[in-house]
Nanobody, 128 residues
Framework: QVQLVESGGGLVQAGGSLRLSCAASGRTFSRYAMGWFRKVPGKEREFVATISSGGSNTYLADFVKGRFTISRDNAKNTVYLQMNSLKPEDTAVYYC?????????????????????WGQGTQVTVSS
């Protein structure tokens, strides 16, 4: 079992920044990849970013490249999503997820069904 708790969401003006954190517990954090997704009411949950277990590989959705950065601190069992130059269309509930049962060391999956554990989500609201 893995427990994930997100924090850092809030209200910010367009052009501003937020850093989301996701604290993990329950299994050896450094052994699995992590991802961030977001969900807007009435729309499908969409992939934002993923990072390998050691942190050396990352992949971000095109719509956040150059604005968002994913990182992790395995000593703190935490993954981060640094969000800069925020836009109103970034408003969503952001979820972190753990890819615990990956069949390979790094698959960089963007598919939500590939992630085994999810946090409760944190709301990000960007005002125009």
């Amino acid at each position: 079992q893995v427990q994930l708790v997100e924090s850092g969401g809030g209200l910010v003006q367009a052009g501003g920044s937020l850093r989301l954190s996701c604290a993990a517990s329950g299994r050896t954090f450094s052994r699995y990849a992590m991802g961030w997704f977001r969900k807007v009411p009435g729309k499908e949950r969409e992939f934002v970013a993923t990072i390998s277990s050691g942190g050396s590989n990352t992949y971000l959705a095109d719509f956040v490249k150059g604005r968002f950065t994913i990182s992790r601190d395995n000593a703190k069992n935490t993954v981060y999503l640094q969000m800069n130059s925020l836009k109103p269309e970034d408003t969503a509930v952001y979820y972190c997820a753990a890819d615990v049962n990956s069949p390979s060391a790094w698959r960089g999956t963007t598919t939500s069904n590939d992630y085994d554990y999810w946090g409760q989500g944190t709301q990000v609201t960007v005002s125009s």
